[in-house]
C-alpha cells in the first residue's frame, strides 16, 4: 500500500504546481474496492476525501484512475508521457480548458493574474490545469507568486489526506478542518505561508493554495470571488 509519505514524495517530482501537505499518487495499484456493507477500518469518509491520522496506509477501499501520473521530464531512463502547455493570458487558458473550473473574479489591490498552464497526457487528456496569480512586493519591488488553484478531472476516489505533526520545529501542525463557506463542502488546512482549499465538485477536484500570508478574512474574501466557469 501507499503510504503518505510515498504520496508527497510522488509529486514533488512534478513541477510544484500545488503547493499542499499531500499530493497525488504517481503510480495507480489495481486495488478492488471493499464491499458495501464493509465499513472503512481507518479514516473517516467526508465529502470525496478520506480524511487519515498522520501514518495511515491508503485504505484499499480507495480507487485509482485507470492513468498514471504523466511524466514530466524523462527520469531513470523513463520517456517523458507529459505536454505542458504555458499561458501568460488566464483567458487564452481558459478557452483551451474542457470541464467546469474556477478563476477568481475580483482581486486585491496588488494582485494580478499570472496566467497558469495545462498538463497533458502524450494522449491529448488533460491531467491538470492550473492557474496562478501574483502579488506585489513594494518593498523588494517585484511580483511574488501569491495564489495558485489547480483543478484535476482524473484523481483517487476518495481523495486520501493526512493530519500530521509540524513538520519543522514551531512549524504548523496538519490539521484538516471540515469548511462550508468553499462552492462544495471542502477541507481547509492553516499552511506556514496561508491556507490550502480543498473541495469536489461534479467530479473534479479543486485546490486553492495561498501563499502570500492572509488573514483570514482576507482568505474568505478571495474564496467569496471564485467564479464558476465552464
Known amino acids: 500500500m501507499f503510504t503518505r509519505r510515498d504520496f508527497i514524495k510522488t509529486m514533488s ?8 501537505p499531500v499530493r497525488w499518487l504517481g503510480k495507480w495499484a489495481g486495488v478492488q474496492p471493499t464491499k458495501a456493507d464493509e465499513p472503512p477500518v481507518e479514516g ?11 501514518g495511515a496506509k491508503v485504505p484499499e477501499y480507495v480507487q485509482y484512475p485507470k492513468k498514471m501520473i504523466p511524466i514530466v521530464c524523462g527520469v531513470a531512463g523513463n520517456a517523458t508521457t507529459a505536454t505542458s502547455i504555458s499561458f501568460e493570458s488566464e483567458a487564452d487558458l481558459i ?3 474542457d470541464f467546469p473550473t474556477y478563476s477568481l473574479s475580483q482581486l486585491p489591490e496588488g494582485m494580478s493574474s499570472a496566467g497558469g498552464y495545462i498538463l497533458k497526457h502524450k ?3 488533460t491531467f491538470s490545469i ?3 496569480y501574483k502579488i506585489y512586493e513594494p518593498e523588494r ?12 478531472p482524473d484523481f483517487p476516489r476518495p481523495f486520501p489526506l493526512w493530519s500530521s505533526e509540524p513538520v519543522e520545529p514551531g512549524g504548523p501542525s496538519v490539521l484538516l478542518e471540515k469548511v462550508l463557506f468553499l462552492p462544495s463542502p471542502g477541507i481547509m488546512v492553516v499552511s506556514q ?19 502570500h500570508n492572509p488573514t483570514f478574512d482576507e482568505a474568505h474574501r478571495l474564496i467569496s470571488s471564485l467564479a464558476r466557469i465552464y
Do not use: H
Not at 517530482?13 to 499542499?20: M, R
Not at 473517516?44 to 498522520?54: K, R, T
Open 193 to 211: 505561508t496561508g491556507y490550502i482549499f480543498y473541495w469536489v465538485e461534479d467530479n473534479i477536484l479543486y485546490t486553492l493554495t495561498m501563499d
Open 13 to 20: 517530482l512534478l513541477s510544484g504546481a500545488v503547493l499542499a
Open 95 to 97: 478557452i483551451e480548458v
Open 44 to 54: 473517516e469518509l467526508y465529502a470525496g476525501f478520506v480524511l487519515l491520522p498522520e
Open 141 to 152: 519591488q517585484r511580483w511574488k507568486a501569491a495564489v495558485n488553484l489547480c483543478a484535476q
Open 130 to 132: 492550473l492557474l496562478s
Open 123 to 125: 494522449t491529448g487528456e
